[in-house]
């Protein structure tokens, strides 16, 4: 199974499948280019054992509902599943990524995902400009460090992002 959260599903169409696929080959790019980055080094199980309202236990709730252990190095990609409340499969996950992009987030692979998806899946725009708006309409939190709020009270965090206006 791919090291990417995006759910693989018999209902893909050939150009999701395709975007999927590339993803796949860029993720070691990806871990490349953040080699700097130190690993939190939390399982699912260490994540669970928090009290039931902070990031740690959402985080870790996510990961095991999903069936999925943290990547190493790319652990705040998860965060933004759970405190933005997107799901794992190729819409949603593209969408988080305009979210992202719209929210101040200027990553290469953030832009590439965004541009990759917007070109292959011409079909989902409307919906992914929508999150880009929500994106921009939100409290920013490109430059936050999530591994030091993991155990800060998980409402409190999503009431940060809410919108702004």
Same mark, same amino acid.
């Not at 999927?20 to 130190?38: A, S």
């Not at 409340?85 to 499969?89: L, S």
């Not at 992009?101 to 987030?105: A, C, Q, V």
């Given at each position: 199974m791919s090291n990417v959260i995006i759910h693989y599903s018999a209902k893909l169409?050939?150009?999701e499948w395709f975007l @999927?696929?590339?993803?796949?080959?860029?993720?070691?790019?990806?871990?490349?280019?953040?080699?700097?980055?130190?690993p939190w080094g939390k399982s699912v199980d260490e994540l669970r054992s928090q009290p039931q309202n902070t990031l740690a236990y959402q985080l870790g709730n996510f990961l095991f509902e999903n069936k999925l252990q943290p990547v190493p190095k790319a652990e705040k990609h998860d965060a933004y599943h759970v405190l933005l409340?997107?799901?794992?499969?190729i819409k949603e996950e593209a969408g988080m990524q305009f979210f992202l @992009?719209?929210?101040?987030?200027r990553s290469p692979f953030t832009l590439g995902t965004s541009i990759l998806a917007a070109a292959v899946l011409p079909e989902r725009f409307g919906y992914f400009f929508q999150q880009f708006k929500r994106g921009i309409r939100s409290h920013s939190m490109a430059n936050w460090n999530f591994e030091a709020l993991l155990h800060d009270d998980y409402n409190s965090l999503v009431q940060k992002i809410a919108t702004k206006y």
């Open positions: 169409n050939r150009r @999927l696929k590339t993803f796949d080959l860029l993720n070691p790019l990806h871990g490349m280019i953040h080699r700097h980055r130190k409340g997107y799901g794992t499969d @992009l719209g929210n101040g987030k």
